[in-house]
Nanobody
Framework: QVQLVESGGGLAQPGGSLRLSCEVS????????IGWYRQAPGKQRDFVAQ???????YYADSVKGRFIISRGNAKNTVLLQLNSLKPEDTAVYYC???????????????WGQGTQVTVSS
């Protein structure tokens, strides 16, 4: 099995910051990419940011210049720093990992359970 454990959501004021963490563990041969998506109430799940295995990063236009994705100190951990938060950033944030499994060598997409980010004064 592969597990994605997210942490770090919560409540922030407009203009504030939060940091999310995602740790991927389990039957992993390699990880092609780890990223974040978000889903606001009544809306579809949207791409936020992604870091690939070569450390290249990609961002949605709506968060470019405000959010930063980086590797954590722990193995297979990715951080998402959320700066200059806006009320429209309020959503459940989901970690996503494209994993090559060590048992089958198959490439599988996994999701975390989600963490709530609320931006409100």
């Amino acid at each position: 099995q592969v597990q994605l454990v997210e942490s770090g959501g919560g409540l922030a004021q407009p203009g504030g910051s939060l940091r999310l963490s995602c740790e991927v563990s389990g039957s992993i041969f390699s990880i092609d990419a780890i990223g974040w998506y978000r889903q606001a109430p009544g809306k579809q799940r949207d791409f936020v940011a992604q870091m690939q295995s070569d450390d290249s990063t990609y961002y949605a236009d709506s968060v470019k210049g405000r959010f930063i994705i980086s590797r954590g100190n722990a193995k297979n951990t990715v951080l998402l720093q959320l700066n200059s938060l806006k009320p429209e950033d309020t959503a459940v944030y989901y970690c996503n990992a494209l994993v090559v499994r060590i048992d089958s060598q198959s490439r599988v997409n996994y999701w975390g359970q989600g963490t709530q980010v609320t931006v409100s004064s």
